[in-house]
């Protein structure tokens, strides 16, 4: 079967180790602002690094995206789904870069069906620097959101709720 000339371009490039190297910087910083990001919604002031190191460094990065997409919102933030987007993308290259044995050109036609992936990789380093700083800054912006602050309103769990859930842990777990 063939396939257009730029598949054959973007192969050659997600092979290259400037690029590889390149992405995978990228996501690993990506993943680490993913992780505090993650932190500043389910921890209380002075604990989120305690998150990052015991819980999120467990955490594979798809599940840790899962997790991203299902925290409940009140309104639709333009900010998280871009934060959102963009480390699908980082996440797709990031995986192909990282099993070579999947760089074939169905794959790579596949992966390049998102135009966006397709700059990225075809155009290299202006493209992926934007996309790169378009997720960081959504992250950031989403972290300073309303939606990320703590509910104040909110009642602390009293004696009961807390020898209950204990219980609840002995007898599940």
């Known amino acids: 079967m063939s396939y257009p000339n730029f598949v054959y371009e973007a192969q050659e490039r997600?092979?290259?180790s400037e690029f590889v190297t390149d992405i995978l910087k990228r996501t690993s910083?990506?993943?680490?602002?993913?992780d505090f990001t993650l932190s500043l919604y389910f921890c209380a002031p002075g604990r989120h690094f305690t998150f990052m190191d015991i819980v999120s460094s467990h955490m594979q990065f798809n599940t840790k995206l899962k997790i991203l997409e299902?925290?409940?919102v009140r309104k639709k933030l333009k900010s998280r789904v871009q934060a959102i987007s963009g480390l699908r993308r980082f996440q797709r290259i990031r995986n192909m870069v990282a099993h070579p044995i999947l760089v074939r050109p169905s794959k790579v036609q596949s992966l390049c069906?998102?135009?966006?992936i397709k700059a990225m990789v075809l155009q290299f380093q202006k493209p992926v620097e934007v996309e790169f700083r378009c997720v960081r800054r959504s992250l950031d912006h989403l972290t300073h959101s309303r939606e990320w602050r703590p509910d104040l309103s909110a009642k602390k769990p009293n004696k009961a709720d807390q020898f209950l859930n204990f219980a609840h842990r002995i007898t599940y777990d």
Do not use: G, Y
């Open 14 to 16: 997600l092979a290259k």
């Open 29 to 34: 910083l990506l993943e680490e602002d993913l």
């Open 70 to 72: 299902s925290i409940p």
């Open 113 to 116: 069906d998102d135009p966006i």
